[in-house]
């Protein structure tokens, strides 16, 4: 007995298949499979997987990327390799299907896509299953090698191939009305919000930096919450975005995220969340910009199990490997409700890996903030607050 305890009628299941792991992007790019390795070693060490239903998860197949992906990106997605991408269109001049530095053809792209993408079609399912009716069962599902959320029907864009969340959105629809998608990766989702910009059964809020010139994707600003009400599209209103400055803080963020998220559950209902919890909106994350701590990221989780509603937790970027580690470990303990000691175990594998660069060696918790400029006042957070709660 590890001292880990579940609390009675209340599930947590993790989804993932190692073989995602081994995958390289290329030398130089920031998205590397390798941080979930380290996560999933870090969780191990702490011992969370006896406080979880531990899934082993097969490829997505076809069919299931075919509920939102198109047929001929999906033959492209799988028939495309280093060796023949010439003779297929991609060129130095050309590409197809947006592929290019953000989203390279490497080796073995096509599985590292069913297999994140398996992992969340599998967690999407047992969160499914268990309604209707629509009890008090808030049980959670989690997958940390997914959370892809730019991908489009026939595009890849920003690291992403497939959009494994839309697809678990279409397979919580199966059985829920409402589904409640939340994004706190410092990117705008803007893949998901483009999926179910006219559904009126799903809601999509975003939190993320945004400089329209100036940081990818540049869309998700203030005024930008969905196509206008019609007969035939009932979906007005049901995007949600919060545009933020550099180096927002703690105190700033949690605020308007229970703020913001709080009333849109009370408005809309939702009977199921999908949380992509993207860790490049820590503080000394090698893409974000903002100033976050990793109880304060954590803190917006608890915020939302609070509502004990089905939840889907999902990954998502996140290219400062050590922190991502211990963020997405901090996060499975607040799902199983266990509370983890600072001190890295002394036997855990890679301990290296978390000693130095942040003040103190070998925590969990070092200070994150600092590395950006708060250009956040109080005015304007309240703006941000009043101006989502009138949309
Ligand atoms: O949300 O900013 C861009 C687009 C560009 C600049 C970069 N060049 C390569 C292409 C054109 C305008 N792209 C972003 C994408 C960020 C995706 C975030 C994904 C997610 O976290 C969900 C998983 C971007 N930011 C940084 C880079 N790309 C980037 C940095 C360094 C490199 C190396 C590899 C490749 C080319 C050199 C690259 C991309
Ligand atoms: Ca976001
Ligand atoms: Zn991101």
């Known amino acids: ?33 390798w941080r979930l390795h380290l996560t999933k070693e870090l969780i191990l060490s702490y011992g969370l997987h006896y406080a979880m239903d531990l899934y082993q998860t097969r490829e997505a197949t076809r ?26 269109g991609i060129t130095d001049k050309e590409t197809r299907h947006n592929f290019g530095d953000d989203c390279p053809v ?56 497939i959009n494994d969340i839309v697809l678990c959105i279409l397979e919580l629809l199966r059985t829920h009305p409402r589904v409640l998608y939340i994004d706190i990766d410092v990117h705008h989702g803007d893949g998901v919000e483009q999926a179910f910009a006219s559904s009126d059964r799903v809601m999509t809020l975003s939190y993320h930096k945004y400089d329209k010139y100036d940081f990818f994707p540049g869309t998700g600003g203030l005024h930008e919450t969905g196509p206008k009400a019609t007969s035939s599209n009932p979906g ?20 308007l995220f ?24 820590l503080g000394g994350d090698r893409l974000g910009k903002f100033n976050l701590n990793i109880k304060a990221h954590g803190a917006c989780l608890s915020f939302v199990q609070s509502h ?19 963020l997405w470990t901090h996060e499975t303990s607040l799902c199983t409700g266990s509370v983890l000691p600072d ?9 290296q890996a978390f000693a130095g660069a942040e003040n103190g060696d070998s925590l969990l918790y070092p200070n994150l903030e600092g590395r950006h400029e708060n250009k956040h006042d109080r005015e304007k957070i309240e703006g941000l607050v009043q101006t989502c709660h009138e949309h």
């Open 236 to 255: 007005a209103y049901t995007s949600l975005n919060v545009p933020l400055l550099d180096g927002i803080e703690d105190d700033q963020y949690t605020y």
């Open 343 to 351: 001190a890295i175990p002394a036997a855990a594998p890679y301990r």
């Open 63 to 88: 069919a299931e990327l075919a509920t939102f992906h198109t047929d001929e990106y999906i033959d492209f997605l799988s028939e495309v390799t280093p060796d023949n991408m010439n003779e297929m």
């Open 106 to 161: 490497f080796d073995g792209l096509y599985r590292y896509c069913t297999l994140y993408t398996g992992a969340s079609v599998s967690a999407a399912r047992t969160l499914a299953a268990t309604n209707p009716p629509f009890t008090n069962s808030h049980d959670i599902a989690i997958n940390w090698s997914g959370g892809l959320h730019h991908a489009k029907k026939s595009e890849a864009s920003g690291f992403c191939y």
């Open 258 to 281: 229970e703020q913001i998220t709080g009333k849109t559950i009370e408005v809309f209902r939702p009977t199921a969340i999908v949380l992509q919890c993207g860790a490049d909106s």
């Open 308 to 326: 004990r509603l089905p939840l889907l937790v999902l990954g998502g970027g996140g290219y400062t490997a050590r922190n991502v580690a211990r």
């Open 1 to 33: 007995d590890n001292g880990i305890q579940r609390p009675r009628g209340y599930n947590v299941s993790f989804h993932y298949n190692s073989d995602v792991e081994q995958h390289h992007f290329g030398s130089h790019h920031p998205m590397k499979p």
